[in-house]
């Protein structure tokens, strides 16, 4: 970093740690009491639009994004007290729905996407009591995205088994092991391809570990100790070893909890990390450019996003903390603005707005006083993770300014999406695109620009 670049950091207010920098916040008012936040493509244009939850109001909503940052005014939708969304492909139409579970009533209202980002009445269906979280997965390896659903109040999980074309069965299948559940992640930690379910657990000092059994079951599986009770849990592969990797937030405890994953399925004893205070959210992204991923850490009373570098030895660093809303609870990231580094967004429960961190790890190679060696060709590298689920980053290469596209098209060469399509100065570029919305399979990724083209293979593995 040159001693210019530097100083434009430190004028604009951010804090860096080990190469991690972001913009000051910029706040958007949604409603009252917002209690999750997520990212998603939802009019199918490419760009990553908001989706938020605000408790209190009754109301869901969606904060759509122009490509570059720029966000629009909020569109509201009517939920009884949610607390919770996910966003995925419900009924195989090629678009983003939503599942938003109904803390009051017990129940997840779904709302289907008609294309273009508009949605309709939601209909609803019963799951138990006091709902908080939810997930999306093909639990049965049917072709259909299923629902998972935590119970607090019941302290089980509730699955809904999607027949397809978000037509549901009417048994609602549930599950124990688990104490007052908390936040649900889907992953196959014992490698046998089929989903299983990690949960935090607000009401014990473990985490609950819950094995697919392949016939619509699970049973419980050795659960690592936490040593506090939990109110989230992320899972990402920060040691790029092929295999998931688990964090919990332990806010009373104010400490993280990372569990290296191994490959008979179990965990390494927890590995603690302390953050900006209460920690109460957390998710793993690569925020510095250096193809590791870091932890992003919502700290409840202190108002803050603590970013904790990956040191790429099986440590992470120091926390560099960035000012957000009052009592944030929840954090997603994505690109918002289109510059190939991922971007933080928290919900804050405590201001009644969402607060936006634009990364600013990028810089275009056209920067004042930023000395670089410009690209000689134009020319696209393999996407990274590949296999991938749900996000992979595309690097690519932009010799001269000049207008550049990206396609992803299917086996059949129908075009899926475009995650990018602007004009782009000279430099180097890394592209994150999320592919929830889409099912499984091999799909092509095109980039064009500079009168060439050119193309690879990736696969996308639920």
């Not at 408790?55 to 939708?77: E, K, L, M, Q």
């Not at 050795?222 to 040593?227: A, E, F, K, V």
């Not at 899972?235 to 290296?260: C, H, Q, R, V, W």
């Given at each position: 970093?040159?001693?210019?670049?530097?100083?434009?950091?430190?004028?604009?207010?951010?804090?860096?740690?080990?190469?991690?920098?972001?913009?000051?916040?910029?706040?958007?008012?949604?409603?009252?009491?917002?209690?999750?936040?997520?990212?998603?493509?939802?009019?199918?244009?490419?760009?990553?639009?908001?989706?938020?939850?605000?408790?209190?109001?009754?109301?869901?909503?969606?904060?759509?994004?122009?490509?570059?940052?720029?966000?629009?005014?909020?569109?509201?939708?009517?939920?009884?007290?949610?607390?919770?969304?996910?966003?995925?492909?419900?009924?195989?139409?090629?678009?983003?729905?939503?599942?938003?579970?109904?803390?009051?009533?017990?129940?997840?209202?779904?709302?289907?996407?008609?294309?273009?980002?508009?949605?309709?009445?939601?209909?609803?269906?019963?799951?138990?009591?006091?709902?908080?979280?939810?997930?999306?997965?093909?639990?049965?390896?049917?072709?259909?995205?299923?629902?998972?659903?935590?119970?607090?109040?019941?302290?089980?999980?509730?699955?809904?088994?999607?027949?397809?074309?978000?037509?549901?069965?009417?048994?609602?299948?549930?599950?124990?092991?688990?104490?007052?559940?908390?936040?649900?992640?889907?992953?196959?930690?014992?490698?046998?391809?089929?989903?299983?379910?990690?949960?935090?657990?607000?009401?014990?000092?473990?985490?609950?570990?819950l094995?697919?059994?392949?016939?619509?079951g699970?049973?419980?599986?050795?659960?690592?100790?936490?040593?506090?009770?939990?109110?989230?849990?992320?899972?990402?592969?920060?040691?790029?070893?092929?295999?998931?990797?688990?964090?919990?937030?332990?806010?009373?405890?104010?400490?993280?909890?990372?569990?290296?994953?191994?490959?008979?399925?179990?965990?390494?004893?927890?590995?603690?990390y302390?953050?900006?205070?209460?920690?109460?959210?957390?998710?793993?992204d690569?925020?510095?450019?250096?193809?590791?991923?870091?932890?992003?850490?919502?700290?409840?009373?202190?108002?803050?996003?603590?970013?904790?570098?990956?040191?790429?030895?099986?440590?992470?660093?120091?926390?560099?903390?960035?000012?957000?809303?009052?009592?944030?609870?929840?954090?997603?990231?994505?690109?918002?603005?289109?510059?190939?580094?991922?971007?933080?967004?928290?919900?804050?429960?405590?201001?009644?707005?969402?607060?936006?961190?634009?990364?600013?790890?990028?810089?275009?190679?056209?920067?004042p006083?930023v000395?670089?060696?410009?690209?000689?060709?134009?020319?696209?590298?393999?996407?990274?993770?590949?296999?991938?689920?749900?996000?992979?980053?595309?690097?690519?290469?932009v010799s001269?300014?000049?207008?550049?596209?990206?396609?992803?098209?299917?086996?059949?060469g129908?075009?899926?999406?475009?995650?990018?399509?602007?004009?782009?100065?000279?430099?180097?570029y890394?592209?994150?695109?999320d592919a929830?919305?889409?099912?499984?399979?091999?799909?092509?990724?095109?980039?064009?620009?500079?009168?060439?083209?050119?193309?690879?293979?990736?696969?996308?593995?639920?």
């Amino acid at each position: 970093m040159t001693a210019v670049f530097a100083a434009l950091l430190i004028l604009s207010g951010t804090t860096t740690a080990a190469g991690s920098g972001f913009q000051s916040k910029i706040d958007i008012s949604v409603g009252n009491e917002p209690t999750d936040v997520v990212a998603a493509d939802i009019e199918g244009d490419g760009d990553i639009d908001l989706i938020v939850t605000n408790h209190a109001s009754g109301t869901i909503s969606i904060i759509f994004n122009d490509g570059r940052g720029n966000f629009g005014a909020p569109v509201n939708y009517a939920v009884n007290a949610p607390s919770s969304v996910c966003t995925t492909d419900l009924d195989n139409d090629g678009d983003s729905d939503l599942a938003v579970t109904e803390q009051s009533n017990g129940r997840v209202a779904v709302f289907r996407n008609d294309g273009t980002g508009s949605f309709g009445s939601s209909f609803n269906l019963l799951i138990g009591s006091y709902p908080q979280a939810i997930a999306a997965a093909d639990i049965d390896n049917d072709g259909n995205i299923d629902l998972l659903a935590a119970n607090t109040g019941n302290n089980n999980i509730s699955l809904l088994r999607n027949l397809g074309g978000a037509v549901f069965d009417t048994t609602t299948y549930k599950f124990s092991g688990t104490a007052g559940p908390a936040a649900i992640v889907i992953l196959d930690f014992n490698n046998d391809n089929y989903k299983d379910i990690a949960l935090a657990n607000y009401g014990f000092d473990h985490i609950a570990l819950l094995q697919n059994t392949k016939h619509l079951g699970f049973v419980s599986f050795i659960s690592p100790y936490i040593g506090a009770t939990q109110s989230d849990i992320s899972a990402f592969d920060y040691n790029k070893d092929g295999i998931t990797d688990l964090i919990t937030t332990s806010p009373e405890k104010t400490f993280l909890s990372l569990m290296t994953g191994k490959s008979d399925g179990t965990f390494d004893s927890a590995q603690k990390y302390t953050a900006g205070g209460n920690p109460y959210a957390a998710i793993g992204d690569d925020f510095n450019g250096d193809n590791y991923p870091d932890m992003a850490v919502a700290n409840r009373y202190t108002g803050t996003v603590s970013i904790l570098d990956n040191l790429q030895d099986g440590t992470f660093g120091y926390p560099a903390n960035f000012k957000v809303g009052n009592y944030p609870v929840a954090l997603c990231a994505a690109d918002f603005d289109g510059d190939g580094d991922e971007d933080i967004v928290t919900a804050n429960f405590g201001s009644g707005d969402i607060s936006i961190l634009f990364n600013l790890y990028h810089t275009p190679t056209d920067a004042p006083g930023v000395e670089t060696t410009l690209p000689a060709d134009f020319r696209l590298e393999q996407n990274y993770p590949n296999p991938f689920n749900p996000k992979t980053t595309f690097p690519f290469y932009v010799s001269k300014k000049g207008s550049v596209r990206l396609d992803i098209y299917d086996l059949l060469g129908r075009l899926v999406a475009t995650p990018v399509n602007k004009i782009f100065p000279a430099g180097e570029y890394r592209i994150s695109w999320d592919a929830s919305r889409l099912n499984s399979g091999v799909y092509f990724y095109r980039l064009s620009g500079d009168g060439k083209n050119q193309a690879r293979k990736m696969i996308l593995l639920k």
